[in-house]
């Protein structure tokens, strides 16, 4: 197991809610980045934080949103949820220094949302 | 074309095979490969990290990265049934994990 976790892990919304889910990092580590998994797909980024900054933004739409607080735990926002939003989301915690190549992600277990 | 493309299988082999895993990708620029492998209803799990081409050897997993031709493969000697899980990989430019990419997966079960 991992350091990561993730809350809640199973979670069920209406079209046109919001939800927050929660990502605490690894230990040491200062960097989360959140991935969002359909069935039966690889995961992809949506986007980093690194020292309560976003660091890196994938193809989604800007409803997603997030966070990071100074203790490098994260949460991913998403308004407005539409069918499509049903998934998997993932966040994966590591190292960066300056200069440096980072260190390997640790993923959490992931919060399976569904949207009906 | 996606950017990188992987057999979904499913594959299924008897226990003790050898087993190949590949992918192909598009853009040239990417240097880290990984691979992960996933259990059902868990987070990704990191397997294997290689830069550039070559190969790296850890156990019974070995990954090869054939840059020139885009094409990267995992290899699972003497497979066990624990190692049933679906296998991603996975590819960046750089290694602040800021536009990793992955592959969709290939699933595997290892039959006793």
């Known amino acids: 197991e991992t350091g990561v976790t993730q809350s809640p892990t199973h979670l069920i919304k209406t079209r046109g809610q919001q939800v927050t889910l929660r990502c605490s990092s690894q230990s040491g580590h200062n960097t989360v980045s959140w991935y969002q998994q359909a069935l039966g797909q690889g995961p992809q980024f949506i986007f980093q934080?690194?020292?309560?900054?976003?660091?890196g933004r994938g193809n989604f739409p800007p409803r997603f949103s997030g966070l990071q607080f100074p203790n490098y735990s994260s949460e991913l926002n998403v308004n407005a949820l539409e069918l499509d939003d049903s998934a998997l989301y993932l966040c994966?915690?590591?190292?960066?220094?300056?200069?440096?190549?980072?260190?390997?992600?640790?993923f959490g277990q992931g919060t399976r949302l569904t949207v009906v | 074309q996606k950017e990188v493309e992987q057999d979904p299988g499913p594959l299924s082999v008897p226990e003790g095979a050898i087993v190949s895993l590949n992918c192909t990708y598009s853009?040239?620029?990417?240097?880290?490969f990984m691979w992960y492998r996933q259990y059902s209803r868990k987070g990704p799990e990191l397997l294997m990290y290689?830069?550039?081409?070559g190969n790296k050897e850890d156990g019974r997993f070995t990954a090869q990265v054939d840059k020139s031709s885009k094409y990267i493969s995992l290899f699972i000697r003497d497979s066990q049934p624990s190692d049933s899980a679906t296998y991603l990989c996975a590819m960046d430019e750089e290694t602040s994990y800021d536009k990793v990419i992955f592959g969709p997966g290939t699933s595997l079960s290892v039959i006793p």
């Open positions: 934080y690194y020292r309560e900054e976003e660091n």
């Open positions: 994966a915690s590591s190292l960066l220094r300056t200069g440096e190549a980072g260190t390997e992600a640790f």
């Open positions: 853009n040239s620029a990417f240097q880290y």
């Open positions: 290689t830069y550039s081409s």
